[in-house]
């Protein structure tokens, strides 16, 4: 249909419905990050059962998050047209809902993993936990989290799988994804470019990442000329593990 | 999104790595708050550094747990280390256990080495990413160039990158000071392993990627019992051999060669690969006049060496040719080419050798026994590649047991033996061996060595064959 003859209303749906997704990917985004970094601390001293609850709680808000928008994008893809002037835009969030849907199935799979190694059903299992020098625990990524809402105002109903079901959920829909959508993946242009600064944060931001570096070059012991790993001179190797005696 | 073909072979599968799973098993021991080594906090200046090793510890944890001498514990503290199970706080880029006090902290369970799964680019391009974020300008230089590759390369994500970048800064700023510090060198230390900066060993690299997965057990179909089976019958079929005489023969051989190694002893006049002067392979290519002492000792250590030395077989030759038996080489060299040559000439070759060597009355008749005669001839009326193995083999031993050693007794032999040199091994200095590096000059190029060599297999060929009587009666006529 000519998109002269669209009407305005259409047109301004269908950029509210645009804006929508790309906003449910920002927080889409957001979860899956502090996901991740809950998930670093399975396994160290400070997993418990309450880390375990607030993963599952992330996950849900995420799973739910996915769901919408794998829906809503899948729709306005449908619906697409040749020389409308969105396509690309649509496109790229297509891109951008995949790649973030496959890097969170892979951190599903490996809390999986993890969480079978470390269970925590008896006293002993703790012992087992691994001394981390981690001393706080992640609540405050937690509730970074928790405070993500999914932009879209109509509540819908969706059943949150365990981890394993859901694992597979994203197999199946990944799948699906790419076969019923014929987006070459390749011809999306981003918009970002290349070298990302850091944003003008107020200064005392800035002061306390300089200082996080210096946290953590601990003095070297010993500076010892030679670049190599032992002292032969010829050794341009860089570790123990060369030839020359 | 990563693009999924059928039409990759199907190699996805890394290797077993076994030891991943007891290195864990140890692990989880070590960091045993009662019975494993002894953490401390370590006051450094105004702040603490939680929860550090020191190595001496370590060392002397693992020798007692496993019952070792201090330095193979050392050994074994490296390779954690270098898998990533344990990273050092200060020169976080080496990855070695030392023993002069440096401290250590175990790594978190996320970032262990997993044998299934590898640690993926676009995970590192969010690193690197989430790295100049916080600070510009942080990244090494190797970092950096690997950056920009994958910005080129992953291009169409780029904006996922740098948006899931962004908001893991955000998230692991939410935690306490303490927390992202560890975090930080936790991510840091898994990237170095995973990510080795430039002229390191990585303790992860394994070669090609599998066909099959590794952790699946192999169902035990009819088809799997029928190979078992196989594969034991062959093995109860072999010919054994007493280990007294095959030791006897490794020793020989290694007692012949010792010499020759140039691992062991060092080879003249210098060891390109160190000095960069290419004066041995001038020395020792295929068609020089006068060869090495080492190279005519060679020779005759056995025949196949004196066969395999383009420079011995020449030499042979012509020792063959002083006692008018030359067919026998002749005929194994024929026999060489049809086995190695293009399969287009086969058939031609074959009728060629058949008319030269094996047939009645022919020009160069070889002495084989009547039996591989016959079946050579037979087996010559539907030509393969192997058709003339079983005649090779005969008159290869038969040159062995009886021409090879009366070449070695022979005045060629003795002769090349006086005029073969020995060169004076050189003593670069430190000087001069930077010159030779910056003199490196490629060889001659491989195809003008081949069209040297087929030059001169058509002069030898046109020399060997059947003299033209016309034109030689005509040479005689005109001068007359």
Redesign the interface.
Known sequence: MNRWQRSVVEIQTRKRQVNECERAQVALSKVTACFQQMSTSLGSNVDGSFLREEMEETRTVAHKICSGLHRRLLSLLMEIDQGQEDKEQVERLWVIFLSSLENFQQDLKKVKVLQEIFPLTQRKDRQALVITGLAGGTSEVAARAAMVQTPWLSVEVTVSPDLKTHIEEIDVLLEEMLQRVNVPLWSVEPTQEAWVEGSSTPGVGQEEDESLEEMMEVEVVSQNKTSGCCHHHNCKVGCLLCLLS | ????SDRDHGQHYRPRMTCLKKL?AM??QM????TGVK?SDQK?NV?T????MTDQDIIAWIAKHMSMENNEAQAFG?MLVAYGYIYP???H????LKS????Y???????WP?QK?AA?D??YAIYL?KR?????G?LDAHEQEE??KL?KWM??????????????????K???????????????AYWIVHRP?P???SAMDYGLDRHIDPNTEEKKTFDYYRRINIYTQQAIMRSRVKSSVSLGAMLKYITNFNNHDPFLVPCLPSNPWLTDNDAYWELNTDDIEVPTKMRVERWSFSFYELLNDPRGRADFKVFLKKEFSGENLAFWEAAEELKFGSAATMSEKAEQVFKTFLAPGAPRWINIDGRTMGLTVKGLEHPHRYVLEAAQTHIFMLMKKDTFYRYLKSPVYKDIQKKAISPAPHNFTEAQLEQNMRNRRPSISPIITYQKEQEEKAKAAAAAGPVDIKKLMASKLDRK
């Not at chain 2, 960091?31 to 009662?34: E, L, R, T, V, Y």
């Not at chain 2, 902290?105 to 970032?111: A, K, L, M």
């Open positions: 999104m990563t693009i999924r864990e692990v989880v960091q045993d708050p009662s953490g450094l702040t550094i939680p929860h550090v490296t706080l200060q020169d880029k080496k990855l070695v002069d006090g440096s401290l902290r175990f790594q978190t369970p996320y970032f997993v799964w993926e676009i995970d990413a100049n974020i916080r600070k510009k942080a950056y920009d910005h291009n169409h994500k780029w904006d996922f990158i740098v948006m899931q970048a962004k908001e893991q800064y955000h998230a692991g939410a935690r306490p000071k303490a927390d992202r510090v560890v975090f930080d060198c936790q991510e840091r900066p002229q390191t060993h």
